[in-house]
């Protein structure tokens, strides 16, 4: 399913300015370089939009803005996430200089919008327009018409949790390429917030459209823990426990599977470290930017850059 025919291919292996490092690792066998190329192509599989070197017209309604491949990896991998940093974007490729020319060239388009995250590294997300972008060039694929989409964020939902939040991007790519060395090929991510929602609907479902409603949830312990259940998801002390991000994945096997990621922050103390362990989550210790809170805060390390993965 996933090595079907894509006339884009042929598009994307003439490389973009985002991917010419990989022409340049000795001895990368095909194998090794189609999980990569699926690797970075995976959030952008679904839209119709330029996968080239060459800024190309795309048209949102009314608006048109020139981008290229690697410009278009860029703003769905953001969107995936709601919020990357900066330095991680420049990891796509080995041209750092080149790479924030494209984000200066994106944020002047005015699809993504940049904010402080520590003294040499800023936070960016998309702007409603790069979201509404990404949206108005989704493209209908039959082969996949069954399988849900990815979801695509805009803005800052949290500045509190920021630097905690940039960090899930980290500890995606950790986790994704352990998945491809073991075979397997992520379909697409979802992030504590749309489980959460999915959850809340689940828990207000019967008061809507009553008038004499009061708010409360109308679901009883029992309903509660089926709901996890089904949703594999751990329930203990009457509480839902929600992975900051939940990747869906194809198995060597074609078999459908996830795996839940938890970012576990210098902060995280007694009971709640001990709940994080025993949830099944993949958690990643985060060390760097920040050790005195999630958000920001508190005394700087000396190796920002450091995400590791601590308990499976």
């Known amino acids: 399913m996933w090595d079907r025919y894509d006339p884009r291919d042929d598009d994307r292996n003439r490389g973009s300015a985002w991917d010419r490092d990989l022409g340049s690792r000795g001895g990368t066998s095909d194998r090794d370089r189609d999980r990569e190329r699926h690797s970075r192509d995976v959030f952008t599989k679904d839209l119709d939009l330029p996968c080239g070197s060459e800024r190309r017209p795309v048209r949102e309604r009314d608006r048109v803005y020139e981008i290229d491949g690697g410009e278009s990896r860029a703003l769905a991998t953001i969107g995936a996430f ?46 409603d327009r790069g979201r509404d972008l990404l949206e108005a060039n989704r493209c209908e694929r039959n082969d996949r018409s069954h399988e849900p989409r990815q979801t695509f964020h805009a803005g800052i939902r949290k500045p509190r949790e920021l630097t905690h939040d940039t960090k899930v991007y980290r500890a995606y790519q950790r986790a994704d390429e352990r998945l491809r060395s073991q075979g397997g090929r992520v379909r697409r991510v979802v992030l504590d917030y749309e489980l959460k929602r999915d959850y809340q609907r689940f828990l207000h479902e019967r008061n809507r459209g009553k008038k004499d409603c009061d708010g409360r949830p109308d679901r009883e312990p029992e309903e509660i823990a089926r709901w996890a259940r089904e949703h594999e998801l751990p329930y203990d002390d009457g509480h839902v426990r929600f992975p900051d991000a939940r990747i869906e994945y194809e198995d060597r096997d074609g078999r459908s599977r996830h795996e839940d990621l938890e970012v576990v922050t210098g902060h995280y103390r007694g009971a709640h470290a001990g709940c994080a362990a025993k949830s099944g989550f993949t958690c990643y210790l985060s060390i760097g930017y920040s050790v005195g809170g999630r958000g920001g805060g508190g005394r700087r390390t000396a190796h920002p850059r450091i995400a590791e993965e601590l308990i499976r």
Do not use: M, Y
């Not at 796509?92 to 200089?97: V, Y």
């Open 82 to 127: 709601r919020v990357v940093a900066e330095s991680d974007l420049h990891d796509i490729r080995d041209d750092s200089q080149t790479s924030r020319r494209s984000l200066k060239h994106l944020e002047n388009e005015g699809l993504i919008r940049t904010s402080p995250l520590s003294s040499d590294d800023r936070a960016v997300t998309l702007t």
